[in-house]
């Protein structure tokens, strides 16, 4: 029997939301899952604090609502402690970009095995309305009412130089896109990110500003790094640039717990295992 994916709690996100999208394409991919004869009781997901993590209370399946910015502590260990499990991690841009960032960089360096899912409304909209990392030059905010004086910084520049070894960007009114790119990174062995463009329809409603913006990456060589590197550098300082979604590099190499077992070597045949492991992957 397939389970009913959608909670009965009452959903209390604003109408509009962009984290309507986000629930309603996993869903479908855990449903897409279940009929492929995967169990969902083998499907984490861990969400930060924010109005994302209400994701939790929405889908039907095992969550933990912890700390706001701890997504990956959390889910790095679930996933080394039970690494058949597929974990999901949901965070803010507030959540993971402020917060969480530290974690964020090394699970990224670390190539962890889990799949980071960012609602990335570049606000605060749980406590209406203050500036993030992601908020653009002049955002006027409860915290800034006179607009930003600093430029956001680049989410997807900064896990290519962290070793994310899956990198994406989405956007919620292109589903079934953010639906392949999501789908992909959890079938991604190692550290896959999605960054979502998401608007927030209380306080951030950025809607006309992306469709206007938003183009598909056709043709770009994902296994190039400097090429992903120059794309993620394209929308970045200039507002008014074209915005590109889709899997901007991806590359195979050995998951942190795929080294995780050698730990009760002796330092020399550990670090020989390492490397091989490396090489083989090259
Ligand atoms: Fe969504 Fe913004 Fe409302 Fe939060 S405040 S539920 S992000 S529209």
Redesign the pocket.
């Known amino acids: 029997m397939t389970r009913n994916l959608i909670t009965p709690a009452q959903n209390?996100?604003?109408?509009?939301?962009?984290?309507f999208a986000i629930q309603h394409t996993l869903k479908d991919i855990l449903a897409g899952l279940e009929k492929e004869g995967r169990s969902l009781d083998d499907v984490v997901m861990v969400t930060g604090i924010?109005?994302?993590a209400?994701i939790a209370d929405y889908l039907n399946i095992n969550s933990v609502y912890t700390l706001h910015g701890r997504t990956i502590p959390v889910a790095t260990g679930i996933k080394l402690a039970n690494p058949k499990l597929t974990v999901i991690c949901c965070a803010?841009d507030g959540d993971a970009y402020a917060e969480g960032l530290d974690h964020l960089i090394f699970a990224a360096k670390r190539n962890i095995d889990l799949t980071m899912i960012v609602?990335n409304?570049r606000?605060y909209?749980?406590t209406?309305?203050q500036y993030t990392p992601t908020s653009p030059l002049g955002f006027k905010g409860k915290s800034t009412p006179a607009g930003t004086t600093e430029y956001p910084f680049n989410p997807l520049e900064l896990m290519l130089a962290s070793g994310a070894t899956y990198i994406a960007r989405g956007y919620t009114r292109k589903m079934p896109q953010l639906a392949q790119l999501i789908r992909q990174g959890i079938a991604h062995k190692g550290f896959a990110f999605i960054d979502v463009l998401?608007?927030?329809?209380?306080?951030?409603?950025m809607t006309e500003y992306y469709q206007s913006r938003v183009y598909d990456l056709d043709g770009h060589d994902t296994a190039d790094f400097e090429k992903a590197c120059a794309k993620s550098r394209e929308w970045d300082y200039n507002l008014d640039a074209p915005i590109a979604l889709g899997v901007f590099f991806e590359r195979a190499l050995p998951t942190f717990d795929d080294r995780y077992p050698s730990r009760d070597m002796s330092v020399g045949e550990r670090t020989r295992r390492i490397r091989d492991l490396f090489e083989a992957a090259r």
Not at 12 to 19: A, L
């Open positions: 209390t996100w604003c109408p509009g939301c962009g984290n924010g109005c994302h209400k803010g609602h409304n606000v909209g749980l209406t309305g998401q608007i927030c329809a209380s306080f951030f409603n």
